[in-house]
Protein backbone atom coordinates (compact mmCIF):
# COMPACT_ATOMS: atom_id res chain seq x y z
CA UNK A 1 0.00 0.00 0.00
CA UNK A 2 1.10 3.45 -0.98
CA UNK A 3 3.45 4.98 2.41
CA UNK A 4 3.23 1.97 4.09
CA UNK A 5 6.68 2.35 5.25
CA UNK A 6 6.61 5.93 6.15
CA UNK A 7 3.51 5.52 8.15
CA UNK A 8 4.80 3.06 9.79
CA UNK A 9 8.15 4.56 10.83
CA UNK A 10 5.82 7.90 11.41
CA UNK A 11 3.80 5.99 13.52
CA UNK A 12 6.61 4.35 16.21
CA UNK A 13 7.63 8.04 16.64
CA UNK A 14 4.22 9.21 17.57
CA UNK A 15 3.43 6.17 19.60
CA UNK A 16 6.54 7.07 22.11
CA UNK A 17 5.21 10.59 22.06
CA UNK A 18 1.80 9.36 22.96
CA UNK A 19 3.08 7.83 26.05
CA UNK A 20 4.66 10.73 27.41
CA UNK A 21 2.29 12.38 29.46
CA UNK A 22 4.28 15.87 29.64
CA UNK A 23 6.17 16.09 26.47
CA UNK A 24 9.35 18.47 26.67
CA UNK A 25 11.72 20.53 24.21
CA UNK A 26 13.74 16.70 24.33
CA UNK A 27 10.87 14.96 23.21
CA UNK A 28 9.80 17.34 20.36
CA UNK A 29 13.35 17.39 18.91
CA UNK A 30 13.42 12.90 19.65
CA UNK A 31 10.81 12.75 18.03
CA UNK A 32 11.22 15.34 14.62
CA UNK A 33 14.80 12.80 14.49
CA UNK A 34 12.47 10.12 14.08
CA UNK A 35 10.63 12.23 11.36
CA UNK A 36 13.52 13.11 9.42
CA UNK A 37 14.69 9.85 9.47
CA UNK A 38 11.48 8.38 8.06
CA UNK A 39 11.10 10.75 5.52
CA UNK A 40 14.72 10.55 4.03
CA UNK A 41 14.28 6.49 4.20
CA UNK A 42 11.17 7.22 2.19
CA UNK A 43 13.02 8.86 -0.63
CA UNK A 44 11.74 12.59 0.06
CA UNK A 45 14.04 15.32 -1.17
CA UNK A 46 16.42 16.32 1.32
CA UNK A 47 15.82 20.09 1.10
CA UNK A 48 11.95 19.13 1.12
CA UNK A 49 12.49 17.19 4.58
CA UNK A 50 15.06 20.15 5.77
CA UNK A 51 11.88 22.43 5.51
CA UNK A 52 9.04 20.27 6.90
CA UNK A 53 11.03 19.16 9.65
CA UNK A 54 11.87 22.96 10.54
CA UNK A 55 8.42 23.65 10.25
CA UNK A 56 6.76 21.27 12.36
CA UNK A 57 9.45 21.87 15.13
CA UNK A 58 8.75 25.78 15.58
CA UNK A 59 5.57 25.04 15.86
CA UNK A 60 5.59 22.29 17.92
CA UNK A 61 8.03 23.66 20.64
CA UNK A 62 5.15 26.59 21.35
CA UNK A 63 3.78 26.96 24.48
CA UNK A 64 0.31 26.59 23.18
CA UNK A 65 1.78 22.56 22.40
CA UNK A 66 4.15 21.92 25.17
CA UNK A 67 1.58 23.05 27.96
CA UNK A 68 -1.29 21.50 26.28
CA UNK A 69 -3.32 18.35 28.42
CA UNK A 70 -2.77 16.56 24.82
CA UNK A 71 0.75 17.55 23.70
CA UNK A 72 1.18 14.09 21.41
CA UNK A 73 -1.93 15.01 19.52
CA UNK A 74 -1.27 18.84 19.41
CA UNK A 75 2.49 17.60 17.42
CA UNK A 76 0.27 15.11 15.04
CA UNK A 77 -2.29 17.25 14.61
CA UNK A 78 0.88 19.89 13.10
CA UNK A 79 2.54 17.40 11.15
CA UNK A 80 -0.78 16.37 9.35
CA UNK A 81 -1.33 20.08 8.38
CA UNK A 82 2.53 20.80 6.82
CA UNK A 83 2.06 17.07 5.26
CA UNK A 84 -0.92 18.32 3.86
CA UNK A 85 0.59 21.29 2.62
CA UNK A 86 3.58 19.65 1.16
CA UNK A 87 1.39 17.33 -0.84
CA UNK A 88 -0.20 20.31 -2.45
CA UNK A 89 -2.14 22.23 0.22
CA UNK A 90 -5.48 21.42 -1.58
CA UNK A 91 -7.17 19.55 -4.58
CA UNK A 92 -6.57 21.53 -7.80
CA UNK A 93 -9.16 20.41 -10.48
CA UNK A 94 -8.43 20.39 -14.45
CA UNK A 95 -8.45 23.54 -16.22
CA UNK A 96 -11.45 23.80 -19.20
CA UNK A 97 -11.69 26.13 -22.19
CA UNK A 98 -14.52 28.60 -21.74
CA UNK A 99 -15.79 28.02 -25.19
CA UNK A 100 -16.72 24.80 -24.62
CA UNK A 101 -13.96 22.58 -26.42
CA UNK A 102 -11.05 21.27 -24.00
CA UNK A 103 -7.45 19.72 -25.30
CA UNK A 104 -5.36 18.31 -22.74
CA UNK A 105 -2.01 16.79 -23.20
CA UNK A 106 -0.16 13.90 -21.72
CA UNK A 107 3.33 13.97 -21.84
CA UNK A 108 5.97 11.70 -19.70
CA UNK A 109 8.99 9.18 -20.33
CA UNK A 110 8.62 5.36 -21.44
CA UNK A 111 7.40 2.92 -19.20
CA UNK A 112 4.84 5.47 -16.95
CA UNK A 113 1.60 3.98 -17.85
CA UNK A 114 0.92 7.36 -20.00
CA UNK A 115 -1.40 5.50 -22.64
CA UNK A 116 -3.34 3.52 -20.13
CA UNK A 117 -3.62 7.18 -17.78
CA UNK A 118 -5.07 8.63 -21.39
CA UNK A 119 -7.84 5.76 -21.30
CA UNK A 120 -8.39 6.24 -17.48
CA UNK A 121 -8.35 10.03 -17.76
CA UNK A 122 -11.23 9.95 -20.46
CA UNK A 123 -12.79 7.40 -18.25
CA UNK A 124 -13.07 9.78 -15.53
CA UNK A 125 -14.11 12.47 -17.52
CA UNK A 126 -17.26 10.86 -18.78
CA UNK A 127 -18.39 10.25 -15.58
CA UNK A 128 -17.59 13.98 -15.04
CA UNK A 129 -20.64 14.12 -18.35
CA UNK A 130 -18.09 15.11 -21.00
CA UNK A 131 -17.46 13.33 -24.25
CA UNK A 132 -13.44 13.10 -24.75
CA UNK A 133 -11.64 11.38 -27.45
CA UNK A 134 -8.04 10.08 -27.54
CA UNK A 135 -5.81 10.90 -30.35
CA UNK A 136 -2.58 8.77 -30.62
CA UNK A 137 0.13 10.66 -31.74
CA UNK A 138 3.44 8.24 -30.74
CA UNK A 139 4.49 8.18 -34.12
CA UNK A 140 7.50 6.15 -33.17
CA UNK A 141 6.09 2.76 -31.72
CA UNK A 142 2.91 1.01 -33.73
CA UNK A 143 2.68 -1.16 -30.38
CA UNK A 144 1.01 2.19 -28.15
CA UNK A 145 -1.65 3.01 -31.33
CA UNK A 146 -2.80 -0.48 -30.74
CA UNK A 147 -2.79 0.05 -27.02
CA UNK A 148 -4.69 3.26 -27.00
CA UNK A 149 -7.05 1.77 -29.80
CA UNK A 150 -7.65 -1.64 -27.22
CA UNK A 151 -7.58 0.51 -24.03
CA UNK A 152 -10.10 3.53 -25.89
CA UNK A 153 -13.02 0.51 -26.67
CA UNK A 154 -12.51 -1.14 -22.89
CA UNK A 155 -13.93 2.70 -21.58
CA UNK A 156 -15.87 3.37 -24.77
CA UNK A 157 -14.11 6.09 -25.66
CA UNK A 158 -13.37 6.97 -29.79
CA UNK A 159 -9.70 6.71 -31.04
CA UNK A 160 -8.05 8.81 -33.72
CA UNK A 161 -5.45 7.64 -35.11
CA UNK A 162 -2.99 8.07 -38.74
CA UNK A 163 -0.40 5.42 -38.80
CA UNK A 164 0.50 6.88 -42.44
CA UNK A 165 1.23 10.62 -40.68
CA UNK A 166 5.02 11.03 -39.16
CA UNK A 167 3.94 14.28 -37.83
CA UNK A 168 2.65 13.95 -34.29
CA UNK A 169 1.94 17.91 -34.48
CA UNK A 170 -0.63 17.26 -37.45
CA UNK A 171 -1.84 14.67 -36.20
CA UNK A 172 -2.69 16.27 -33.67
CA UNK A 173 -4.79 18.84 -35.41
CA UNK A 174 -6.25 16.53 -37.36
CA UNK A 175 -7.36 15.01 -34.14
CA UNK A 176 -8.83 18.08 -32.38
CA UNK A 177 -10.58 18.78 -35.97
CA UNK A 178 -12.52 15.58 -35.93
CA UNK A 179 -13.51 16.00 -32.37
CA UNK A 180 -15.43 18.88 -32.79
CA UNK A 181 -16.68 17.71 -35.90
CA UNK A 182 -18.29 14.98 -33.87
CA UNK A 183 -19.35 17.01 -31.30
CA UNK A 184 -17.04 15.91 -28.52
CA UNK A 185 -15.48 18.48 -25.91
CA UNK A 186 -12.10 16.91 -25.00
CA UNK A 187 -9.11 15.47 -26.88
CA UNK A 188 -6.66 13.82 -24.77
CA UNK A 189 -3.32 13.88 -27.07
CA UNK A 190 -1.28 10.36 -25.71
CA UNK A 191 2.23 11.79 -27.08
CA UNK A 192 5.31 9.84 -27.52
CA UNK A 193 7.94 9.09 -24.35
CA UNK A 194 11.21 8.20 -24.67
CA UNK A 195 13.93 5.77 -22.29
CA UNK A 196 15.12 9.63 -21.37
CA UNK A 197 14.93 13.27 -21.86
CA UNK A 198 16.49 14.29 -25.36
CA UNK A 199 16.18 16.96 -27.55
CA UNK A 200 14.34 15.26 -30.29
CA UNK A 201 11.56 14.61 -27.32
CA UNK A 202 10.93 17.97 -26.28
CA UNK A 203 11.06 19.55 -29.87
CA UNK A 204 7.98 17.17 -31.03
CA UNK A 205 6.06 18.46 -27.59
CA UNK A 206 6.96 22.08 -27.97
CA UNK A 207 5.38 21.15 -32.07
CA UNK A 208 2.19 20.13 -30.34
CA UNK A 209 1.76 22.21 -27.69
CA UNK A 210 2.29 25.09 -30.49
CA UNK A 211 -0.29 23.30 -32.52
CA UNK A 212 -2.98 22.65 -30.55
CA UNK A 213 -2.31 24.87 -27.95
CA UNK A 214 -3.68 22.52 -24.65
CA UNK A 215 -5.53 23.74 -21.60
CA UNK A 216 -3.64 21.09 -19.83
CA UNK A 217 -0.31 19.86 -20.22
CA UNK A 218 -0.50 16.53 -17.50
CA UNK A 219 3.12 14.96 -16.54
CA UNK A 220 2.60 11.46 -16.11
CA UNK A 221 5.18 10.02 -13.81
CA UNK A 222 5.72 6.50 -12.53
CA UNK A 223 5.84 7.24 -8.35
CA UNK A 224 8.17 4.22 -8.08
CA UNK A 225 10.96 6.07 -9.54
CA UNK A 226 11.34 7.97 -6.59
CA UNK A 227 13.41 10.99 -6.66
CA UNK A 228 14.30 10.36 -10.54
CA UNK A 229 10.09 10.94 -10.75
CA UNK A 230 10.89 14.35 -9.22
CA UNK A 231 13.84 15.17 -11.25
CA UNK A 232 11.70 14.02 -14.95
CA UNK A 233 8.81 16.26 -13.39
CA UNK A 234 11.69 19.70 -12.67
CA UNK A 235 12.87 18.83 -16.27
CA UNK A 236 9.55 18.70 -18.15
CA UNK A 237 8.17 21.90 -16.13
CA UNK A 238 11.11 23.65 -17.06
CA UNK A 239 11.17 22.81 -20.63
CA UNK A 240 7.67 22.45 -21.59
CA UNK A 241 5.72 24.33 -18.75
CA UNK A 242 3.58 21.83 -17.18
CA UNK A 243 0.51 22.55 -15.67
CA UNK A 244 -0.12 19.11 -13.59
CA UNK A 245 0.86 15.49 -12.69
CA UNK A 246 -0.49 12.15 -12.64
CA UNK A 247 1.50 9.96 -10.73
CA UNK A 248 1.15 6.49 -11.39
CA UNK A 249 1.62 3.22 -9.47
CA UNK A 250 1.22 5.00 -5.91
CA UNK A 251 -0.21 2.09 -4.63
CA UNK A 252 2.59 0.23 -5.24
CA UNK A 253 5.07 2.68 -3.35
CA UNK A 254 5.46 2.14 0.09
CA UNK A 255 7.81 4.35 0.46
CA UNK A 256 5.97 7.58 -1.42
CA UNK A 257 9.31 9.95 -1.82
CA UNK A 258 8.51 11.58 -5.11
CA UNK A 259 4.80 12.32 -4.01
CA UNK A 260 5.83 14.75 -0.98
CA UNK A 261 8.54 15.76 -2.90
CA UNK A 262 7.07 17.05 -6.56
CA UNK A 263 4.62 19.79 -5.14
CA UNK A 264 7.81 21.39 -3.24
CA UNK A 265 10.11 21.33 -6.60
CA UNK A 266 8.17 22.18 -9.46
CA UNK A 267 5.25 24.34 -7.78
CA UNK A 268 2.99 22.02 -10.19
CA UNK A 269 0.47 20.02 -8.26
CA UNK A 270 -0.58 16.35 -8.28
CA UNK A 271 -3.90 16.32 -9.78
CA UNK A 272 -4.58 12.49 -10.04
CA UNK A 273 -3.05 9.09 -8.70
CA UNK A 274 -3.04 5.49 -10.38
CA UNK A 275 -4.23 3.08 -7.82
CA UNK A 276 -4.47 0.10 -9.89
CA UNK A 277 -3.98 -1.64 -13.49
CA UNK A 278 -7.96 -1.42 -13.82
CA UNK A 279 -9.21 1.28 -16.23
CA UNK A 280 -10.90 2.65 -13.35
CA UNK A 281 -8.40 3.15 -11.14
CA UNK A 282 -7.78 6.62 -11.41
CA UNK A 283 -8.41 9.15 -8.59
CA UNK A 284 -8.24 13.05 -8.05
CA UNK A 285 -5.17 13.71 -5.50
CA UNK A 286 -6.67 15.06 -1.90
CA UNK A 287 -3.73 16.33 0.08
CA UNK A 288 -5.60 16.63 2.86
CA UNK A 289 -6.63 12.68 2.66
CA UNK A 290 -3.44 11.26 1.45
CA UNK A 291 -1.65 13.13 4.44
CA UNK A 292 -4.56 11.39 6.77
CA UNK A 293 -3.66 8.25 5.38
CA UNK A 294 -0.22 8.15 6.02
CA UNK A 295 -0.63 8.92 9.61
CA UNK A 296 -3.07 6.32 10.04
CA UNK A 297 -5.97 8.55 10.20
CA UNK A 298 -7.91 6.71 7.32
CA UNK A 299 -9.80 8.30 4.88
CA UNK A 300 -13.55 8.03 5.30
CA UNK A 301 -14.60 10.59 2.33
CA UNK A 302 -13.24 9.00 -0.30
CA UNK A 303 -14.26 5.28 1.27
CA UNK A 304 -17.95 7.11 1.28
CA UNK A 305 -17.49 8.56 -2.34
CA UNK A 306 -16.56 4.30 -3.70
CA UNK A 307 -18.82 3.12 -1.76
CA UNK A 308 -21.78 5.16 -3.55
CA UNK A 309 -19.91 5.04 -6.88
CA UNK A 310 -19.98 1.08 -6.38
CA UNK A 311 -23.60 1.25 -5.00
CA UNK A 312 -26.90 0.17 -6.92
CA UNK A 313 -29.45 2.57 -5.52
CA UNK A 314 -31.79 0.72 -6.77
CA UNK A 315 -30.72 -2.32 -5.68
CA UNK A 316 -30.21 -0.56 -1.98
CA UNK A 317 -33.85 0.65 -1.80
CA UNK A 318 -34.66 -2.99 -2.35
CA UNK A 319 -33.32 -4.33 -0.20
CA UNK A 320 -34.21 -2.21 2.74
CA UNK A 321 -37.48 -3.07 1.69
CA UNK A 322 -36.74 -6.84 2.02
CA UNK A 323 -34.62 -6.51 5.14
CA UNK A 324 -38.27 -4.91 6.70
CA UNK A 325 -39.83 -8.24 5.71
CA UNK A 326 -37.00 -10.51 7.14
CA UNK A 327 -36.37 -11.18 3.00
CA UNK A 328 -31.97 -11.14 3.29
CA UNK A 329 -30.89 -13.81 1.42
CA UNK A 330 -27.91 -15.94 0.43
CA UNK A 331 -27.97 -13.80 -3.53
CA UNK A 332 -28.12 -10.65 -1.04
CA UNK A 333 -25.02 -11.48 1.20
CA UNK A 334 -22.69 -12.32 -2.05
CA UNK A 335 -24.01 -8.29 -3.40
CA UNK A 336 -22.88 -7.20 -0.12
CA UNK A 337 -19.08 -9.15 -0.84
CA UNK A 338 -19.18 -7.55 -4.48
CA UNK A 339 -19.55 -4.09 -3.72
CA UNK A 340 -16.38 -4.53 -1.28
CA UNK A 341 -14.83 -5.57 -4.58
CA UNK A 342 -15.50 -2.98 -6.18
CA UNK A 343 -14.37 -0.86 -4.18
CA UNK A 344 -11.08 -1.75 -5.26
CA UNK A 345 -10.83 -5.21 -2.44
CA UNK A 346 -10.46 -5.71 0.99
CA UNK A 347 -6.71 -3.91 1.21
CA UNK A 348 -8.00 -0.64 -0.65
CA UNK A 349 -11.08 -0.31 1.63
CA UNK A 350 -9.05 -1.49 5.19
CA UNK A 351 -6.34 1.35 4.11
CA UNK A 352 -9.33 4.19 4.29
CA UNK A 353 -10.21 3.33 7.19
CA UNK A 354 -8.49 4.29 10.67
CA UNK A 355 -5.88 2.28 11.68
CA UNK A 356 -6.86 -0.53 9.01
CA UNK A 357 -3.90 0.21 6.99
CA UNK A 358 -1.88 -1.65 9.92
CA UNK A 359 -3.41 -4.92 8.56
CA UNK A 360 -0.38 -7.06 7.53
CA UNK A 361 -0.25 -8.10 3.85
CA UNK A 362 -0.40 -11.85 5.60
CA UNK A 363 -4.19 -10.87 6.74
CA UNK A 364 -4.97 -9.23 3.85
CA UNK A 365 -4.28 -12.39 1.46
CA UNK A 366 -5.99 -14.61 4.27
CA UNK A 367 -9.26 -11.68 3.90
CA UNK A 368 -9.25 -12.19 -0.06
CA UNK A 369 -8.90 -15.93 -0.06
CA UNK A 370 -11.77 -16.26 2.50
CA UNK A 371 -14.10 -13.82 -0.15
CA UNK A 372 -13.12 -16.36 -2.64
CA UNK A 373 -13.73 -19.17 -0.89
CA UNK A 374 -16.97 -17.58 -0.06
CA UNK A 375 -18.22 -16.82 -3.52
CA UNK A 376 -17.34 -20.62 -4.80
CA UNK A 377 -19.96 -21.88 -1.68
CA UNK A 378 -22.76 -19.82 -2.41
CA UNK A 379 -21.92 -20.48 -6.56
CA UNK A 380 -22.30 -23.83 -5.84
CA UNK A 381 -26.04 -23.67 -4.20
CA UNK A 382 -28.85 -23.81 -6.45
CA UNK A 383 -30.87 -20.33 -6.83
CA UNK A 384 -33.87 -22.01 -4.11
CA UNK A 385 -30.73 -22.48 -1.54
CA UNK A 386 -29.97 -19.07 -2.31
CA UNK A 387 -33.50 -17.80 -1.67
CA UNK A 388 -34.22 -19.55 1.44
CA UNK A 389 -30.99 -21.02 3.26
CA UNK A 390 -33.36 -22.66 6.17
CA UNK A 391 -33.50 -25.43 3.02
CA UNK A 392 -29.47 -26.22 3.52
CA UNK A 393 -29.43 -29.59 5.58
CA UNK A 394 -26.46 -31.79 6.23
CA UNK A 395 -26.98 -33.84 3.08
CA UNK A 396 -26.80 -30.44 1.02
CA UNK A 397 -24.19 -28.85 3.00
CA UNK A 398 -21.90 -31.17 2.15
CA UNK A 399 -22.49 -31.55 -1.60
CA UNK A 400 -21.94 -27.91 -1.57
CA UNK A 401 -18.54 -28.33 0.19
CA UNK A 402 -17.50 -30.76 -2.26
CA UNK A 403 -18.93 -28.61 -5.26
CA UNK A 404 -16.50 -25.92 -3.93
CA UNK A 405 -14.15 -27.78 -2.84
CA UNK A 406 -14.09 -26.41 0.79
CA UNK A 407 -15.25 -28.64 3.82
CA UNK A 408 -18.39 -29.19 5.10
CA UNK A 409 -17.01 -26.43 8.79
CA UNK A 410 -16.48 -23.49 6.17
CA UNK A 411 -20.08 -24.36 4.63
CA UNK A 412 -21.20 -24.04 8.03
CA UNK A 413 -19.01 -20.69 9.14
CA UNK A 414 -20.77 -18.88 5.87
CA UNK A 415 -23.84 -19.35 6.63
CA UNK A 416 -23.10 -18.07 10.29
CA UNK A 417 -21.95 -15.19 8.67
CA UNK A 418 -24.52 -14.56 6.84
CA UNK A 419 -26.70 -15.05 9.65
CA UNK A 420 -24.72 -12.53 11.60
CA UNK A 421 -24.78 -9.98 8.38
CA UNK A 422 -28.45 -10.25 8.20
CA UNK A 423 -29.10 -9.50 11.70
CA UNK A 424 -26.35 -6.42 11.75
CA UNK A 425 -28.31 -4.76 8.50
CA UNK A 426 -31.62 -5.45 9.84
CA UNK A 427 -30.07 -3.31 12.87
CA UNK A 428 -28.99 -0.87 10.35
CA UNK A 429 -31.96 -0.21 8.51
CA UNK A 430 -34.01 0.22 11.75
CA UNK A 431 -31.49 3.11 12.74
CA UNK A 432 -29.99 1.63 15.57
CA UNK A 433 -26.34 3.00 14.32
CA UNK A 434 -27.84 6.85 15.23
CA UNK A 435 -27.84 9.29 12.25
CA UNK A 436 -26.19 6.33 9.89
CA UNK A 437 -29.09 3.99 9.83
CA UNK A 438 -31.46 3.41 7.18
CA UNK A 439 -30.44 2.57 3.41
CA UNK A 440 -32.29 5.32 1.90
CA UNK A 441 -30.60 8.11 4.18
CA UNK A 442 -27.20 6.25 3.57
CA UNK A 443 -27.38 6.51 -0.04
CA UNK A 444 -29.06 10.01 0.02
CA UNK A 445 -32.46 8.50 -1.02
Sequence with gaps: MAFESLSDKLNIAFKKLRGKGVVSEADINEAMKEVR???LEADVNYKVVKDFVAA???KALGEDVLKSLTPAQQVVKI???????LL??????LTYSPSGFTTIMLVGLQGTGKTTTAAKLAAYLMKEGKKPMLAACDIYRPAAIDQLEIVGAQVGVPVYTDRNNRNAAAIAVAAKKEAERKGLNILIVDTAGRLHIDEALMDELKSIRKE????????????MTGQDAVNVAQT?????GID?????KLDGDTRGGAALSVKEVTGRPIKFMGTGEKLDALEVFYPDRMAGRILGMGDVLTLIEKAQESADLEKAAELEKRLAKNQFTLDDFMDQISQIRNMGGLGKVLDMIPGGGKVSDDQLDAGEREFKRMEAIMQSMTKAERKDPSLLNASRRKRIAAGAGTTVTQVNQLIKKYEES???????????FGKYGGFGKRFGR
Design 37 to 39: FAL
Design 56 to 58: VKE
Design 79 to 85: VNEELTQ
Design 88 to 93: GGSSTK
Design 212 to 223: VKPHEILLVVDA
Design 236 to 240: FHEQL
Design 244 to 248: GIVMT
Design 422 to 432: KKMLKQFNRGK
